[in-house]
């Protein structure tokens, strides 16, 4: 859903002016990425201001765009994701923006529904965008899990929904991971609990085609996660290799080829996850937490230098640490040898970069998110209460405070700094959770810095191949559907060295037709999970395939042995289980582990629309609690809520104020009820919702149980199951129909 309007915005400067400062930006002199061009915090820019007024010294311009998270300038826009209106509740809504960088005009926004998560809205816009300087396109993973390109004008280039297509795992703390770029690859990490070999649930780590949205590979790293996560993974050439380093959910840092995915090298830091981004300069790596250390130490927190090119065993060189130093949410900057990083109680400290002697420290506020950026020789940094700090950096020796700056909201609370400023152009961008800021003054220029990203390079010519790759490494099919895959060699270092002519092969339950030039269409089974293997010489290659439908069917489980699922349902291996009973075979959802009571699992396709669903659905009494059980389409919720005696649709589980309706309703435990659900969206952007229960073996009542409208409604989604499984459920002859069908 998207328009365009105009927004209320003081600029302190004529427009003429402003534009004469400085010229466009390019790729030299843009910030597209959350930690500037290097990931480092650091911006060759000089002639920055060091006092500013939100009066209008130094002030170029703001405008009413609060956010948690960093703003990104790109191709001579400012751009940041979201929430919209955040002073409605009903018109709540992911938004990504995109200003001019000169004036702070609207050039463009976008906005799309939250669906199908529990995080609330004050955090939505968690994980900042990342611009491609080379094309001026933009990027965004939202709270709900669609990872989105757009164009420069604002046009939707791709989307990818994670949480419908690989059980991408929402976590009611709202850390959501900012995308990278890298060549022609976007990466991409989330929990997730798929099918097949990813239906255990883990952090992993997927490459997109940022052309097309294809996956190019997958890696699972680590074990199993303590947490969502959001630390930010940096690309770097160390040693010949081009690594992704990231921390990880379980606790720690991980090294994996940027072009294939796989493990180079891990460390394991803390015994929760890692939310602090690693910054690296030349083969050090610098990595932090504030939990419990994974060895004896009985401080809380550590900050470790890793030398990346000194890999043991499958683990770097630790140079030194610092014990007890908690900074686990803010990301270090580092500059001529010092590293400076903010605890999580303000505490801003300098550290040798060579030996982690601690320089000097200073407290700046009571508690800290947003991670330090370096300019001009000065530091930016804020605080939560919100301030924005700006320090003369002196070497060695303790800064001196040139500006601070407090922001209160309209009731005299303090105005939250979640995510660093940007620096580009010589002006220096940040965003509180009310207003986005550009201030510089006519001093201040673009610099050029040496580039020490570089990009992905080709293997030499007299390169062995080591690994074979088949893109796309995962695809989601409907019945009939077609994918073309290709064979790619690579070197032991993880270089290119191109397409390779393969045989190619069918594994698992996968049944279709697969050419010798890689071309598979999918047979008319469904659902169906399987693997395209390549073979070249000694080295073997795979993707995933699975095959779900795109319109009407009916599922009654008969097919399948006890203890499996459908293959190809994301989610549902682990949790459910088909069961014999009855005489019959169902579907099985137990009570048994309470990490994993409350699931859904879409059994069709993220584009499917203009259908119904029904099923017939039964909860168990366990300790005198009942189950929520219910089914999902167009990317709501409809359930039988057990202990509440209701029945409730929703699409945003932690805001039901945004849109839900329930409706009481009497069921009992140990009956069998069938349930429908319909979804119609209307030309104006509304949807309406019905839905009905009713015990089998009655007639269908004519009148819906439950009728709603959406004004911000959804006009696609996979139709699914879902179930909170505080007592055991069962499911069973699940038809989806077309409308009219």
């Given at each position: 859903m998207r328009a365009r309007k105009s927004?209320?915005?003081?600029?302190?400067?004529?427009?003429?002016?402003?534009?004469?400062l400085s010229p466009h930006l390019s790729a030299a002199d843009s910030w597209a990425s959350w930690r500037g061009p290097a990931s480092d915090g650091v911006s060759p820019d000089s002639g920055l201001?060091?006092?500013?007024?939100?009066?209008?010294?130094?002030?170029?311009?703001?405008?009413?765009?609060?956010?948690?998270?960093?703003?990104?300038?790109?191709?001579?826009?400012?751009?940041?994701?979201?929430?919209?209106?955040?002073?409605?509740?009903?018109?709540?809504?992911?938004q990504v923006v995109c200003l001019d960088a000169d004036s702070g005009e609207l050039v463009w926004e976008y906005r799309f529904n939250v669906f199908q998560t529990d995080i609330p809205h004050h955090r939505v816009g968690w994980a900042s965008l990342v611009g491609d300087p080379s094309t001026g396109n933009v990027f965004a993973n939202g709270i709900e899990g669609m990872v989105i390109a757009f164009d420069p004008k604002g046009n939707v280039l791709w989307?990818?929904?994670?949480a419908e297509e690989t059980g991408r795992i929402s976590g009611f703390g709202g850390r959501t991971v900012t995308p990278v770029l890298d060549g022609n690859l976007l990466f991409v990490s989330y929990l997730s609990a798929g099918w097949g070999s990813t239906f255990i649930p883990r952090h992993r780590f997927y490459a997109f085609d940022k052309r097309t949205g294809e996956t190019v590979w997958l890696s699972t790293p680590g074990q199993a996660p303590y947490?969502?996560?959001?630390?930010?993974?940096?690309?770097?050439?160390?040693?010949?290799?081009?690594l992704?380093?990231?921390?990880?959910?379980?606790?720690?840092?991980?090294?994996?080829?940027?072009?294939?995915?796989?493990?180079v090298w891990e460390f394991p830091l803390s015994k929760r996850g890692i939310n602090s981004s690693v910054v690296v300069d030349g083969t050090t790596v610098y990595a932090s937490h504030s939990e419990e250390n994974v060895d004896g130490s009985t401080s809380m927190g550590r900050i470790v230098a890793l030398d990346a090119a000194d890999v043991a065993d499958g683990r770097p060189k630790q140079l030194w640490m610092v014990d007890g130093f908690a900074a686990g949410y803010a990301s270090p900057a580092i500059q001529d040898g010092i590293l400076y990083h903010v605890d999580n109680s303000a505490n801003l400290v300098a550290f040798d970069a060579a030996t982690g002697a601690e320089l000097w420290a200073r407290n700046i506020g009571i508690a800290q998110r947003s991670s330090p950026v370096i300019g001009d020789n000065k530091l930016y940094v804020s605080d939560m209460d919100g301030q924005l700090h700006v320090l003369r950096l002196a070497g060695r020796q303790e800064p001196t405070r040139t500006d601070l700056d407090e922001f209160k909201n309209a009731d005299g609370s303090a105005t939250q700094i979640n995510g660093p400023p940007a620096i580009a152009n010589g002006r220096v961008y940040f965003v509180t959770n009310n207003m986005l800021y550009c201030i510089g003054n006519s001093q201040g220029k673009a610099g050029s810095a040496p580039d020490v990203v570089g990009g992905p390079?080709?293997?030499?010519?007299?390169?062995?191949?080591?690994?074979?790759?088949?893109?796309?490494?995962?695809?989601?099919?409907?019945?009939?559907?077609?994918?073309?895959?290709?064979?790619?060699?690579f070197d032991a270092k993880g270089r290119l060295i191109g397409e390779g002519s393969a045989a190619w092969s069918i594994e698992g339950e996968l049944e279709?037709?697969?050419?010798?030039d890689g071309d598979f269409t999918a047979g008319s089974l469904f659902p169906q999970g399987g693997l395209i293997v390549a073979t070249i010489g000694e080295l073997t290659g795979q993707a995933r395939v699975a095959v779900r439908p795109n319109g009407g069917f009916t599922e009654d489980f008969e097919r399948y042995p006890a203890d499996s699922v459908p293959e190809g349902w994301p989610a549902a291996r682990g949790r459910f289980a088909v069961v014999d009973a009855d005489g019959g075979k169902q579907l099985k959802k137990p009570s048994g582990n309470?990490?994993?009571?409350?699931?859904t699992v879409y059994v069709g396709n993220p584009r499917q629309n203009g259908y119904e669903i029904e099923a017939e659905l039964m909860s168990m009494e366990q300790r005198r609690r009942m189950a929520d059980m219910g089914l999902v389409s167009h990317r709501y919720t409809l359930a039988l809520m057990g202990n509440a005696q209701s029945l409730m649709v929703r699409t945003w589980l932690s805001e039901l104020v945004r849109f839900s309706k329930e409706v009481p309703f009497e069921w009992d435990p140990e009956v069998w009820y069938r349930v429908k659900l319909r979804v119609e969206p209307a030309a104006d952007g509304s949807t309406a919702i019905r839905g009905k229960a009713w015990p089998k073996g009655d007639s269908e009542p004519e009148a819906w149980t439950l009728e709603a409208v959406d004004a911000l409604g959804h006009d696609r989604g996979s139709p699914g199951i879902y179930g909170y499984s505080s007592a055991d459920i069962y499911y069973d002859n699940l038809k989806v129909t077309p409308f009219g069908g």
């Open positions: 927004w209320p915005h003081v600029s302190l400067l004529p427009l003429a002016a402003a534009l004469a201001p060091e006092a500013w007024s939100a009066d209008g010294q130094n002030l170029l311009w703001k405008v009413p765009f609060g956010s948690r998270s960093a703003p990104v300038v790109v191709d001579g826009r400012v751009c940041l994701i979201r929430l919209a209106e955040p002073d409605t509740h009903t018109r709540w809504q992911e989307e990818r929904s994670t947490d969502t996560t959001y630390s930010v993974p940096v690309v770097r050439e160390i040693d010949g290799s081009r992704l380093i990231a921390g990880n959910g379980d606790g720690g840092i991980y090294a994996m080829q940027a072009a294939t995915g796989i493990k390079t080709a293997a030499p010519a007299d390169a062995k191949p080591a690994h074979l790759q088949v893109v796309p490494a995962e695809a989601n099919l409907v019945p009939g559907g077609r994918a073309r895959f290709t064979a790619k060699l279709g037709e697969l050419s010798a309470p990490r994993s009571w409350r699931t």
